[in-house]
């Protein structure tokens, strides 16, 4: 780097990018509780050594959507100390920054505050683990925001159409136009790129001079036919992609040859999950940004991460030493076990030496499968032997087993041998596909007939995720009232007809948003509810708006399921977490309407039964504000921009050049000029912007 800072100069934007650090993660931890915090500090530290113009963080800065009081104050301390000082900036903001950062009161640029001083401004979009909630549509990152520490971008408002205007920056002669998107449930957001309501705004003066960034926090790999937000679903006109979400390190970045664009995955800065994608080697990124078609991204690797060792044993591979009928086979297949485990021990240290600043004890998983007749062996008593020696001694040994299905073998010649033993794996199934399954698979009289599978599902998964224990009854009793009115409005009286109109007005509203926006309203109602009995407001709030529910991206599936039930992966799974929006908030329902007159005997009426204690209730929809970008000059002038700390912006013009809507599905303008030479090599650091031109698309 010492070299490569002689190149750094007035034209060159450089960013520091980090995804997924996953603030306070085992914060009560005895051993591992200081990890994120630890590495957040080395990742401040390195972008004030390395003077960068910006930090750009890919969603997911906390682990918890209501973090901590230590997690908070540990974040905010840091970001004071490495992000505030006298250094001056060297970029201008020229776009509307009432659009970019509409979530606070202070919609301007931390940097551009006369009461703060700013050195190093970071740009943060929020993931699905510190999603906002709540009828305010607040997260955690607002009140960094409105403390003046970070920028909040990338906040739809909207559940109907998302327009993502960027944020359009310049230094020198290069112009780069910063977009984001903040983590959206990923079914509901291919729905939105499928019906083309997903629209970015580009400038019409000069649309070809932006080098084009994007920072995203959704399901890269696909969990199921919707869930994931597919690289081809995005603009071409975009030139690199910072894609958040998906744990596994894959900073270098790759192209799409079919949109043409760079992507580049810097994966999580803490190991969340004992998976394999969690084992590669953690990395920050430099990202160099010269003119519009230069641009370089050097790989910082992070020392201060644990390290994280994850090994296969398939007992079966063994015969030479042991089978399930040999003697004390048990035994010998715990000193196996042993002796692997010592293995990577050893190899952790070797790796250790002469970096001081790694945690000593690794994290260690060992996965044991023992299908073919072979016994399990106590994990508790095997872990004691290495409770002085890794980071998670109660869950070292993790044993799956292959279930084999028979079938019919008609050619007994020609035989598929791969198909008599097959993997079987929870892991890609979510709240939801488990609901569904359950109730496709059961018998006719335990059918839901008044809830929808989607419902139920979404239900749970905010009573699992969020611990929101009124989740369940609140639904039921929102969809029994709702039904209820329906019932009364059609007329009908007897008992088959109810029984009919009951299903054929469950099955109208199956897959629709009517069907979400009833789900959003029952979980708002429940909130209401609960101010009205005066709970403590530090319980946990209930999100205003249901996400899809996912399992870790960066898990996949395991060659083999635990014969029994597993550990899982904790209370929350990276993508298990609940994304609201905030859009429409609920109104506290008038006195007399709380959960005292809600007991137990009015769920167990009838429905008929029920009718006369039922009031009619008016709808309420919440108003979505729109934004319409104003028209706005950029100055594209050859003439370099002054060195400034700019004070507060006086009066905030109206910003001088209007935006051309460009929507992934619409057809392509003309590119001739497009092409961003990109830099792969990490060895030379005398030219960071050395490479082979894009070639232009026509």
């Not at 100390?81 to 202070?106: A, E, K, W």
């Not at 505050?113 to 929020?126: A, C, G, K, Q, R």
């Not at 910082?300 to 042991?322: G, M």
């Not at 010649?413 to 079987?424: H, S």
Request: proline residues 5%.
């Amino acid at each position: 780097m010492s070299s490569g800072n002689t190149l750094d100069d007035e034209e060159t934007f450089k960013i520091l990018i980090a995804t997924d650090v996953h603030l306070g993660y085992l914060e009560k931890d005895a051993i591992r509780g200081n990890d994120s915090y630890n590495t957040l500090n080395e990742i401040l530290n390195c972008a004030k050594t390395n003077k960068v113009d910006f930090i750009l963080l890919g969603g997911d800065l906390f682990h918890d959507n209501k973090p901590s009081r230590r997690c908070l104050h540990n974040c905010i301390t840091m970001l004071r100390r490495y992000c505030m000082g006298d250094s001056p900036i060297h970029f201008n903001i020229l776009s509307d920054q009432t659009v970019n950062f509409n979530t606070t009161q202070f919609p301007w640029v931390n940097y551009q505050d006369e009461n703060l001083n700013i050195s190093i401004p970071v740009f943060s979009i929020h993931g699905n683990h510190d999603d906002p909630t709540g009828a305010e549509g607040l997260c955690a990152l607002d009140l960094l925001g409105a403390s003046g520490l970070i920028n909040h971008f990338g906040h739809s408002n909207s559940v109907e159409r998302i327009e993502i205007s960027p944020i359009l920056m310049q230094k020198g002669n290069t112009k780069l136009a910063l977009y984001g998107l903040g983590s959206i449930p990923d079914e509901r957001l291919y729905r939105m790129f499928v019906n083309k309501q997903v629209t970015m705004l580009r400038p019409k003066e000069d649309p070809d001079e932006w080098f084009n960034l994007f920072a995203i926090h959704q399901n890269r790999s696909k969990h199921g036919p919707t869930n994931y937000i597919p690289e081809q679903f995005l603009d071409d006109f975009l030139d690199l992609v910072v894609w958040g979400h998906e744990h596994e390190c894959l900073i270098t970045p790759t192209r799409n040859e079919q949109q043409l664009f760079y992507v580049t995955q810097p994966g999580s800065s803490v190991a969340t999950s004992l998976s394999p994608g969690e084992a590669t080697k953690k990395h920050i990124g430099l990202l160099r940004v010269k003119g519009r078609k230069k641009m370089n991204l050097e790989k910082i690797p992070l020392k201060t991460v644990r390290q994280f060792f994850i090994q296969d044993v398939v007992l079966a591979d063994y015969q030479d030493l042991f089978t399930p009928d040999t003697p004390q086979v048990t035994k010998k297949v715990e000193n196996l076990c042993h002796a692997k485990v010592t293995e990577m021990l050893e190899e952790a240290e070797r790796e250790r030496l002469g970096c001081p600043l790694t945690p000593e004890k690794p994290l260690i998983r060992l996965r044991v499968d023992y299908s073919g007749g072979f016994d399990t062996f106590n994990t508790s008593r095997f872990s004691q032997k290495f409770v002085d020696r890794v980071a998670n001694p109660k869950d070292i040994i993790h044993f799956l087993r292959r279930r084999e299905q028979k079938e019919d073998i008609k050619d007994e010649v020609n035989v598929d041998y791969g198909k008599l033993v097959k993997t079987t794996a929870a892991e890609g199934l979510r709240v939801e596909d488990l609901v569904k399954q359950y109730f496709q698979a059961a018998e006719q009289t335990v059918q839901l007939s008044l809830l929808t599978e989607q419902g139920m599902g979404k239900a749970i998964q905010e009573f699992v995720d969020k611990d929101e224990k009124d989740a369940i009854e609140e639904l039921i009793t929102y969809q029994l009232e709702k039904t209820q009115r329906h019932l009364q409005a059609r007329g009908v009286t007897t008992e088959q007809d109810i029984d009919t109109e009951i299903r054929l007005f469950r099955d109208s509203k199956k897959n629709t948003t009517e069907e979400e926006n009833e789900i959003r309203e029952a979980i708002n109602r429940a909130k209401a509810h609960r101010l009205e009995r005066g709970d403590n407001p530090g319980d946990k709030d209930i999100s205003d708006d249901f996400a899809d529910v996912t399992m870790d991206s960066d898990e996949g599936s395991v060659p083999f399921p635990p014969p029994t039930r597993g550990r899982g992966r904790g209370g929350r799974g990276r993508g298990g977490r609940g994304r609201g929006r905030g859009a429409a908030a609920s109104e506290p329902k008038p006195a007399g309407r709380g959960r005292s007159q809600k007991s137990s005997t009015t769920q167990s009426r009838s429905i008929m039964q029920a009718f006369q204690a039922t009031s009619q209730r008016s709808s309420r929809t919440g108003a979505t504000p729109s934004y319409t970008a104003d028209d706005m000059t950029i100055d594209d002038s050859d003439e370099d921009i002054p060195v400034v700390k700019a004070t507060r912006p006086p009066s905030r013009p109206a910003p001088s050049s209007s935006f051309t809507k460009y929507s992934s599905q619409s057809q392509s303008q003309s590119q001739s000029s497009r092409g961003v030479a990109f830099d792969d090599s990490d060895d030379d650091e005398d030219n960071p912007f050395k490479g082979p031109s894009r070639s232009s698309r026509r």
